[in-house]
T-cell receptor, first 112, second 115 residues
Framework: AQKITQTQPGMFVQEKEAVTLDCTYD???????LFWYKQPSSGEMIFLIY??????QNATEGRYSLNFQKARKSANLVISASQLGDSAMYFC?????????FGKGTRLHILP | DAGVIQSPRHEVTEMGQEVTLRCKPI?????LFWYRQTMMRGLELLIY????????DSGMPEDRFSAKMPNASFSTLKIQPSEPRDSAVYFC?????????????FGPGTRLTVT
C-alpha cells in the first residue's frame, strides 16, 4: 500500500494565484515528519518545508505553508502568489524512523 | 557549505560494464542515502547508512548493486554488470539526525545511461 499519495499528477495555475498541492499519508507511528521537496527541470531536489507530527501549528516558509490536518492524515502544500519559477515537480514525503518515503509527485505548471 | 557532491554528473556506458557512482555528503552529516529516480517508478530509496554503517539495503534491486561507505565523507554505489534497465538518475542525500526534521539534502544526481 502506498504510504504517500499525491492524487494530482499535473496542475496548471495562473501566475499570481495561490496553489494547493494535495498529499495524504498513511502511518501507524505516532511520531513522524512530513516534507515537501521541489524538483525543477534542472533535476535537483530542493527541500521546501517540514511539519512534525507533534507540531501544533502549521509550518510556514516564506510563500510556502503546509496545511496539516492530522485527523485526515493530509499535509497539503500551499504556495501563495505563484510565480513562473514555481513550475516544477513537487514531492510530498514522510519520515519513518531514519527513512524518508516519497510520493509520486505533482507536476505544477504556472501560466503567464 | 558545498552541499552534497556527486560524480560523475553524467555517465554513458555499455551493457555489461561496471559503473561506480560517487558521493561526498555534507560535512558533519552522519546519515547518507542513495536513491534512484525513473519515470516509471519515481524516487526509490536503495540503501542508507548511519555513521558509515549500512542500515537498510532492502531497496537494492539485485546483487549487481553494491554500496560502500568507507568513511564519513565518501560513499560509492557500484553496478556490476550494468544493464539498460539500470538507466536512471541516481541521487545521493545526506542528513544530520539531531536536527529537528531530519530533512535530507540532495546532491545534483548522476544521470546514468546504459546502452
Amino acid at each position: 500500500a502506498q504510504k504517500i499519495t499525491q492524487t494530482q499528477p499535473g496542475m496548471f495555475v495562473q501566475e499570481k494565484e495561490a496553489v494547493t498541492l494535495d498529499c495524504t499519508y498513511d502511518t501507524s507511528d505516532p511520531s513522524y515528519g512530513l516534507f515537501w521537496y521541489k524538483q525543477p527541470s534542472s533535476g535537483e531536489m530542493i527541500f521546501l518545508i517540514y511539519q512534525g507530527s507533534y507540531d501544533q501549528q502549521n509550518a510556514t516558509e516564506g510563500r510556502y505553508s503546509l496545511n496539516f490536518q492530522k485527523a485526515r492524515k493530509s499535509a497539503n502544500l500551499v504556495i501563495s502568489a505563484s510565480q513562473l519559477g514555481d513550475s516544477a515537480m513537487y514531492f510530498c514525503a514522510m519520515r519513518e524512523g531514519d527513512k524518508i518515503i516519497f510520493g509520486k509527485g505533482t507536476r505544477l505548471h504556472i501560466l503567464p | 557549505d558545498a552541499g552534497v557532491i556527486q560524480s560523475p554528473r553524467h555517465e554513458v556506458t555499455e551493457m555489461g560494464q561496471e559503473v561506480t557512482l560517487r558521493c561526498k555528503p555534507i560535512s558533519g552529516h552522519n546519515s547518507l542515502f542513495w536513491y534512484r529516480q525513473t519515470m516509471m517508478r519515481g524516487l526509490e530509496l536503495l540503501i542508507y547508512f548511519n555513521n558509515n554503517v549500512p542500515i537498510d539495503d532492502s531497496g537494492m534491486p539485485e546483487d549487481r548493486f553494491s554500496a560502500k561507505m568507507p568513511n564519513a565523507s565518501f560513499s560509492t554505489l557500484k553496478i556490476q554488470p550494468s544493464e539498460p534497465r539500470d538507466s536512471a538518475v541516481y541521487f545521493c542525500a545526506s542528513s544530520f539526525p539531531d536536527r529537528v526534521g531530519y530533512e535530507q539534502y540532495f546532491g545534483p544526481g548522476t544521470r546514468l545511461t546504459v546502452t
